[in-house]
């Protein structure tokens, strides 16, 4: 048995949960979401959680236990409280702020990058180099997040760049220390 899918989803008060047409649509205080699922998964309701079974036992079915088990725990999370990422925009003369729908940012290059946000998401960008994600799709958080950070990778020498708040960037010492 999954040790992933076997763990029951709790549901909290004020989110709605359906299951019709292989897809699973989650309807909370921040907003709605859907996702497909595959017919060798089950769900099944009991006094405010949620348990995944699977139909049989093959590896691609176990696979898929775990996998909709998660995607519906974010799902759950994503409309009662929502998803955020944190990233910092760190060297001399970098900034960034929002204008509108788009986010400017002076990151070292010869001109202005503007980044377009997505729909369902916002920014909110600190004095300190503070870049705030949120929104409530787990994935479109984490990928939005990442294509700013590609923008300018942090580099080991003098730590310049745009990285996660959690990150940690190994310093190197460059040439001077070689001696």
């Known amino acids: ?10 549901v909290p008060a004020g989110v709605k949960i359906s299951f019709a047409n292989n897809t699973i649509s989650v309807d909370g205080p921040k907003g709605k979401l859907s996702q ?3 017919d060798v998964v089950t769900f099944e309701e009991k006094s405010g959680e949620i348990l995944v079974g699977r139909v049989n036992d093959e590896k691609q ?3 898929f236990h775990g996998l909709y088990r998660n995607l519906l725990n974010n799902m759950i999370i994503g409309v009662s409280a929502g998803w955020s990422r944190v990233l910092l925009v760190n060297g001399v ?3 960034a702020e929002v204008k509108g729908n788009l986010l ?3 990151i070292g290059y010869s001109n202005e990058v503007f980044v377009g946000i997505p729909e369902g998401l916002s920014l909110a960008v600190e004095q300190n180099g503070k870049i705030i994600i949120s929104g409530i799709d787990k994935q479109k958080v984490g990928q939005f997040a990442s294509e700013i950070r590609k923008l300018r990778l942090p580099e080991p020498y003098k730590g310049k760049g745009i990285k996660y708040e959690e990150e940690r960037i190994r310093r190197k010492v460059g040439k001077s220390g070689v001696k």
């Open 1 to 10: 048995m999954s040790r992933i899918g076997k763990i029951p989803v709790k």
């Open 36 to 38: 497909p699922y595959h």
């Open 61 to 63: 079915t176990r696979a």
């Open 93 to 95: 003369g970098y900034r």
């Open 104 to 106: 400017n940012m002076n």
